[in-house]
């Protein structure tokens, strides 16, 4: 029987409909679908202990072992790429001598194309490189894993280190045919003393025909303008993989707490892997939109979790519906009456030329709330109480000021106080910070406050704003068993930054305007 060219057109889109849903799920138009894998990490029992390659092999044969099964079950769930986290395949605490066995060799070139499992002869002790390129091959599926990378230099490089090689902390991406299509090496490392520096920082990034163009970096990056800011903004990416093994610290630092925020700041999306190793504070993963987030956070059971979600492609023209309700919003600022609003009504106002609400109490001669200091993440913070049912309150630091409107539902017996800071961070790295920061206590007294809590009950409506001197703003908005929440409105106004909230979904751990002032670093 013939078949009309309709008819064939017609059981051709049928047959293509039946494949995407056996493998998987049926993607939609201006979508891709990602997936993380948060890896329990089989650890050497003895980091610093010097052995062979073969041992080293060995170990990071279980990891990879697991991390093949990952990509298969990705794959099978539609996934387009898959992103492993940071020290996921060696492990860590390795000395500079000790970690040398678990090093593949990698060129990192843009001239020379290579697909370690087609050529695996071209170069010795890719054995990893081989393995993580077949797995993304066999699945055509993009692959981003990190490892530990060496590369020999000449001493005539006045950067070479004195044993004649460059260790690296090392992403590598895979296409789905397992061509090595990006190599980016560490350039913010974190007391890592197995691994050097690169003399310059890698901007680096790879295209895939799902999504445009994806940039990377590593963990402890994400705090700094180089390379993670620059090249963000120099190539203006909105897609970014982000392999990471990340120390969870609150109030303000947690690891889905921060990549939601980073995402949300940029207007991009960020698919984040972390190690998962509950015992020494590490988890957190997640697929993030600068609106809504996918994520995995988990101190208290172990082993590893995929996570797999289909999310929008950001381009540069893209808008949220957050971005969008700011364009309406500017209409009412200009019928603004009052400094702040007292009604809630997700309104920010201020005077023209008024920098400062009003801290004068309803009654006029209340005293205001005491200020007190306590220390939060390694800083000495500047805090005020956040007593009653509703109240304005401003507290200041430097050059700093943070206001808060703020009404509760319901009186509940927690501690909670408005925080700034304006300074230079100098513990467990050294950065310029300017943060505004509502925080539920530890207790009930006021040196409990900027003490790690992970649980809330009171539900708080919130305007939160600073004169914040940095246009880099990461907006925080944590809530209880570390889950996330987002903001109503945020965005700049009159040379403040703000951030509104009516009703978080559950109680509140923190609400905060995160900047870093880069320049002062």
Known sequence: MAYTMVDLCWKLSVCFFCYQVVSGR???????????YEHES???????????????????GRNLDIYEEQVVAAARQGAQIIVFPEDGIHGFNFTRSSIYPYLDFVLHSHSVKWNPCREPYLFNDTEVLQRLSCMALKNKIFLVANLGTKQPCEHTDPHCPSDGRYQFNTNVAFNDDGMLVATYRKHNLYFEYAFDTPPEPDYKLFDTPFAGKFGMFTCFDILFFEPAVNLIRQYNLKQVVYPTAWMNQLPLLSAVEFQQAFATA????ILAANIHHP???????????????????????????????????????????????????????????????TSLDDQVCFKEGEETPSRVSEKGNEQLPPLFYAEMMYDNFTFVPVWGEKGELQVCANTLCCYLNYRRAVLTDELYALGVFDGLHTVHGTYYVQACALVKCGGLSFSTCGQEVTDATALIDFQLWGNMSTPYIFPLLLTSGITLDFADHMGWKNNHYFISKNRTSSGLLTAALYGRWYEKD
């Open 42 to 60: 089989i650890l050497s029992p003895n980091p610093t202990a010097l052995v062979d390659r073969q041992s080293a092999l060995e170990l990071m």
């Open 266 to 269: 940029f207007n991009i999306n």
């Open 279 to 341: 015992t020494l504070g590490m988890t957190g993963s997640g697929i993030y939109t600068p609106v809504k987030s996918f994520i995995y956070h988990n101190m208290e059971s172990y082993g590893g979790k995929l996570i797999v979600a289909e999310i929008p492609v950001i381009t540069t023209d893209y808008k949220t519906n957050l971005e969008s309700n700011e364009i309406l919003r500017e209409n009412l600022y200009h019928s603004c009456k009052t400094s702040t609003s």
């Open 26 to 36: 049926v993607k939609r138009e201006g979508h891709y679908v990602a997936a993380v």
